[in-house]
Each structure stands twice: as C-alpha cells, then as structure tokens.
C-alpha cells in the first residue's frame, strides 16, 4: 500500500524519489565503467605483441578523476608507452623498411564502447 502525501508535499516526495534514482544511477554507471575499464586492460594484455611479455604486463587502468556522479579512467602501459603507438601503426625500420603494425589498442577500444552502452542500458533498465 502507499503512503498518502499532501499537495504540500508532493514537490518535495518527487525531488527525493528523483535523488535517490540519480545516486542509484550513477553508483551503476560507475561500476559500470569500473569494468568496462578492467576488460579494456585484459583485452590489450592478450592481443599484445609479445616479444618477452613485458608490454602486455604493462598495462593498467588509473582513475583520473572521481566526483559524486563521474567517473573518469584511463587504460595505460606504465612503463612502455612509447612502444604502444609504435606497435599499433606500425614503424619504419633503421636499415629501411617498414614493421607492420598489429592493432591491439583500437579492437579493445571500438569492443569497450559497446560494452559500456550495454552494461549502463542494462543497470538503467533499458
């Protein structure tokens, strides 16, 4: 059953039903994102060139910036970044020629804004 509110109150009783969704939403959005992050780290580990495996450990996911209703991450490689362009586009060789590049960083990419939109339709419930 429910409870009855008064004319004078309505205003208010809507505002908190709505605050409530908003802190709802955004705890989904940010788990959301929290593994949407996690997945774009794993996806590059497997699809990396692996000469010693060192890049592919490189890898991680660092939180930018965290407010009350944002979240911002950004996937990285601590400490071969300067391979990671290198190695997705290719490079030309010291004696001449060119080194293929292997994409591995835009797959994991283009695969982690679809899932993004998935798993924040999914906890919205759309």
Known sequence: MSDRVKIDGLAAEVMKGLTEYADLAADSMKAAVKKTGASVRKDIQANAPKNTGAY???WTVKNVRETSTSME???HSRNR???AHLLEFGHAKRGGGR???RAHIAPAEEKAVQELEKEIRKALGG
């Open 73 to 75: 991450l950004v996937v």
């Open 56 to 58: 592919a450990k490189s």
């Open 99 to 101: 080194v293929a590049g």
């Open 81 to 83: 970044y300067q391979l």
